[in-house]
């Protein structure tokens, strides 16, 4: 073995790129499944999909040992201060994938009880849309944070606003009560309960 | 006509519609100007009572040796807001019982006034009514008087409102905000030309 052989196996690179280069391609993900769409993750896990490919197989069910959390269903007001907490827990850097409708946007329930996108209250670099989406659209959004990762990008929680949890009018989200267009209804402006002169009987025009 | 032969390798109760009048009857017999009405739907008949009532009856239903309720189905709570038809009061708790020996189902629903909601728990008699009246609690905002721990079971303990009143905003009063928000700061990993 002689000095000429060996140079063949070496390159040359600088080490910001190789260590985005390693992050990047050894994604560990913090699943939490709260739906559906946890079904979907799941398959995209699993050897028809295979996740693994991509760096990302390994399946970490402690936040302190992940850098990716994959929220993956409806996150409810009772839920919401576990997500942040486990977003808390993770090491930096760290990535967050909105999974679904019901975690980007609320989806149908737009209800009382459920936060209308995490992305309001924890950074996310990637959206998928779909009820729930397909594995290959789980697979993009990986891709997706993955580019980022070799770019250098990861999102930080150096910079927490905490203020509206003692005042919550102080949320750009707060809406005042008397602002909602389905109520609070008094019982005094009700409308009347029979029908419009301009119907007959039967209710159909 | 004759009762079904009762199944002896199944132990859940059959269904004997004939047995429905003998409910009415005993009911009817016991608390004649107490109730408010009587409705008889296909495999159970409706008590309307008020609410201050309403613990007897259920008591009745369950100790009276002829009629044997001692099956605790279901309880859960009516608000009759906006309801088309004429209603005693704004508020309805409903318990559901069943008799294994007549095999029919009784209802009762107690009216509760809107200014006054408050009721006696049935948790003495059923332990199963225990976490259901919990839940009229947390979401009607109806008290049960006598129960060993009244407090909210869905919504979070500094929730403030009952959300499945009809004048609740359906898209909540705005406690969907009350987080802290961490906001999205990129940080450059590790530097890429040269920087350091």
Known sequence: ?205 | MNAPAPNPRSSSPVYARENLPVLAARVEAAFGDRLLGKEEKTQYIQFSVKAADAHDLVRFLKEEPSLGFTWFIDCCGVDYQRYPKPVPERFAVVTTLLSPALGVKAQVRAFVPAADPRLASNVDLFAGANWTEREIFDLYGIAFEGHPDLKRILMPDDYEGHPLRKDYPLRGRGERGAFPVYHAVPVALAPQDGEG
């Open chain 1, 1 to 205: 073995m002689s000095f000429p052989d060996k140079i063949n196996d070496v390159i040359t690179t600088q080490l910001g790129f190789a260590i985005n280069w390693a992050r990047s391609n050894s994604m560990w993900p913090m699943p939490f499944g709260t739906a559906c769409c946890g079904i979907e993750m799941m398959a995209t896990f699993m050897s028809k999909y295979d996740a693994s490919r991509f760096g990302s197989e390994v399946l970490k069910f402690s936040p302190r040992q992940s850098d990716l959390l994959i929220v993956s269903g409806r996150i409810s007001l009772k839920m919401m201060p576990v997500l942040q907490r486990i977003w808390e827990q993770m090491p930096e850097p760290k990535w967050c994938i909105s999974m679904g409708a019901c975690a980007s946007s609320g989806g149908v329930f737009d209800t009382y009880t459920l936060i209308q996108g995490v992305d309001q209250f924890i950074p996310v670099d990637a959206y998928m849309p779909g009820c729930p989406p397909r594995p290959e659209a789980f697979i993009e959004a990986l891709m997706t944070v993955q580019a980022k990762a070799r770019e250098g990008k990861a999102s930080s929680q150096a910079f927490v606003s905490d203020d509206v949890s003692r005042d919550p009018s102080l949320s750009p989200l707060y809406r005042s009560p008397d602002a909602f267009m389905d109520g609070p209804r008094s019982p005094e402006a009700e409308e009347p309960a029979s029908t419009p002169a301009s119907l007959p009987a039967g209710g159909r025009p």
